[in-house]
């Protein structure tokens, strides 16, 4: 199985898990709608302050580095950004995860319809090698800042980039889900997993 496949074999159980239709998942969750995507497995320093458990850290931005840069910029435009740049991307999350992380009941009336939350988030040049997402709280919309404080240290956040459009669809899933699904995933992949979907 390709690596991209299995990362997104992750994403539909998990949206099964929340109790939508395996079908209607599995073809949502293909590369027919889907370019490319980043698989961010959080470390202390990237989770909200709230949820860091050595507080010493006090950065609040998620570190995106190596090959998952180029999900946001092409290496030219990456190289000639300055720091003081900063852009705002558009985003969607589902409101079944969202409530899910933060422990709330939900019924998911249309399981053939993954209802969206739209916003944005705030994506800005830190080093020559290191992109921060959520740079400000304030420039985010709160949809993702509410998902950032539904995930903890060694939870995964994914990224997935529409095939057809510009938009985003950011996803938490918690490491007691994905752990029981693939146990060996910290020595597989690495913390910025980046891939490009090929299209069927």
Do not use: W
């Not at 998990?14 to 470390?43: D, M």
């Not at 009336?109 to 739209?118: A, F, L, R, T, V």
Request: hydrophobic content about 40%; charged content about 25%.
């Amino acid at each position: 199985m390709a690596v991209y496949e299995a990362l997104l074999e992750l994403v539909k159980d998990y949206f099964v898990f929340l109790g939508y239709e395996e079908n209607y998942v599995s073809e949502y969750f293909s590369s027919c709608n889907f370019r490319e995507i980043i698989s961010i497995r959080l470390a202390n320093a990237n989770v909200a302050n709230r949820n860091k458990k050595d507080k010493s850290s006090h950065q609040s931005h998620i570190a995106i580095t190596g090959e998952a840069i180029y999900f946001f910029y092409t290496e030219e435009e990456f190289a000639q950004l300055d720091n003081k740049s900063t852009l705002k991307k558009e985003i969607c999350i589902s409101s079944a995860n969202l409530k899910n992380l933060m422990l709330e009941h939900f019924h998911i009336k249309n399981k053939c319809d993954i209802q969206h939350i739209n916003g944005v988030v705030s994506v800005g040049k830190r080093t020559q090698n290191q992109l921060q997402l959520s740079k400000k709280n304030s420039e985010n919309s709160e949809c993702f800042n509410m998902l950032r404080l539904g995930l903890f240290e060694n939870d995964i956040l994914m990224l997935l980039k529409f095939r057809h459009c510009d938009k985003i669809f950011a996803i938490g899933i918690p490491d007691l889900f994905y752990l029981d699904y693939i146990p060996s995933y910290a020595a597989l992949y690495e913390t910025n997993t980046y891939l490009s979907l090929l299209e069927k």
